[in-house]
């Protein structure tokens, strides 16, 4: 490696660095919440005397909830928690001798929240028993859309999180975006096919060269293998050689037939996008794409027939990591009174076995997940006040300095 080299890769880690030392210190007021949900979760006494603050602020009884390393929902229902019992939470800290939270900070987790809802609302929708990879790069792309138009609206402290949280999400879908199978599968999906906001008219014409040669290919293969299973062995001509005695040349029947194919599969294409261009034809992204595809396979056959490939549900491990996690919660719990580890093991499979027929059911959002943990309030709002318009010259400084440092890790 080139002296050179190794100098960009070096500089390239402390600028890494100094970007997430920058991210440390605005989250210093997540510490003070993570700080008080343990202590909750340890006493009975401040649980107590926290659900009586509660009722003196007339607030629902809610305990912040612990966050787990592994887990960032956690996190994000630990913030959400904080927020919505903030008048408790204040005066549990001057309980605890504890320094009130300021403005800024309190600024600062409301803005999380706000760049948190977001994914916390898409991991449902992935999540979902019957969702499709199709689903994955749509996801990704509003999550960056998202994020930027948020990041438009932040200020101050929360820029920091913001382009931490951009920055990662563009480095973690990169590889997705560029994935032809996710293409193909997004382009055989109606809810997100041929959508300018997905990817542009011409990675769109190019996804749709790249299906039709991947189809032929395919098709080929099929033919071949037809031809080899329904024929004995000593009948399959291994080699043209002896056409030079018969006269029989073989010909490639086969290329009339690909031709055939090919055309009427482009034609297909152009209708089917033609089709989706109409919004009244587009299913909505809640919906179910094989309902849409039973009621137009007859006008699309080849591209329904590919759909069926690509339009599938990956196996996923969030059931059995629920199901740890629960576990997890009871045991680490010391206060579970006389709950024995064999009868808590039981009392966990019988409820798995229970909820195994709408495991993973969640689509969206419930009635009461929307008012604890649903959007409050837009980043506009958190920084709306001209007394931060005037204070955020004052840091100009500090948000150059990060899109300089950003800038040099690309």
Not at 178 to 200: H, I, K, N, Y
Not at 203 to 229: G, H
Not at 293 to 317: K, M, Q
Request: aromatic residues 8%.
């Amino acid at each position: 490696m080139s002296s050179s080299t190794l100098y960009r890769w070096k500089k390239k880690g402390k600028t890494a660095s100094v970007v997430a030392e920058k991210i440390r210190e605005c989250l210093e007021p997540l510490k003070i919440v993570k700080r008080v949900a343990a202590k909750l979760n340890r006493s009975g006494k401040l649980r107590s005397l926290f659900k009586r603050f509660l009722k003196e602020e007339s607030l629902q009884i809610i305990l912040p909830m612990t966050d787990s390393p592994t887990r960032w929902s956690s996190t994000y229902y630990m913030i959400c928690d904080f927020l919505n019992t903030l008048p408790a939470v204040e005066k549990l800290l001057l309980h605890l001798r504890l320094s009130p939270l300021e403005d800024n900070e309190i600024r600062l987790l409301k803005a999380i929240r706000v760049f948190l809802e977001p994914y916390q609302t898409m991991t449902k929708q992935v999540c979902y028993q019957s969702a499709c990879i199709s689903i994955y790069i749509p996801v990704g792309k509003a999550l960056i859309t998202t994020t930027e138009g948020n990041l438009e609206n932040a200020r101050k402290e929360a820029v920091d999180f913001g382009e931490c949280l951009l920055l990662n999400t563009n480095k973690y879908f990169e590889e997705w975006f560029e994935s032809r199978v996710l293409q193909f599968a997004t382009m055989c999906d109606a809810r997100f096919a041929f959508l300018d906001t997905v990817f542009s008219k011409e990675k769109w014409s190019e996804i749709m060269d790249d299906f039709i040669s991947c189809r032929l290919r395919e098709v080929d293969d099929i033919d071949v293998s037809v031809v080899e299973a329904g024929l004995p062995p000593s009948t399959v001509e291994s080699s043209p050689v002896w056409g030079v005695l018969t006269g029989k040349v073989p010909n490639k029947e086969t290329d009339g037939t690909t031709n055939k194919f090919e055309d009427e599969l482009k034609l297909e294409l152009q209708k089917y996008a033609v089709c989706l261009k109409r919004h009244e034809s587009r299913p909505l992204p809640e919906e179910d794409p094989f309902v849409w595809w039973r009621a137009h396979r007859g006008e699309f056959p080849n591209i329904a027939a590919a759909a069926a490939h690509y339009l599938v549900a990956p196996p996923t491990s969030v059931d059995c990591e629920r199901l740890f996690s629960s576990a997890g919660i009871i045991y680490s719990n010391k206060r579970r009174g006389r709950l024995s580890g064999k009868n808590a093991r039981l009392l966990l499979m019988i409820n798995a076995n229970s909820n195994r027929s709408s495991i993973r059911s969640s689509r969206g959002w419930s009635p009461s997940e929307i008012r604890g943990y649903g959007r409050s309030c837009e980043m506009d709002e958190i920084y709306s006040s001209s007394e931060d318009e005037n204070s955020s010259e004052g840091d100009s400084s500090d948000s150059e300095e990060l899109d300089l440092l950003l800038d040099e890790m690309q």
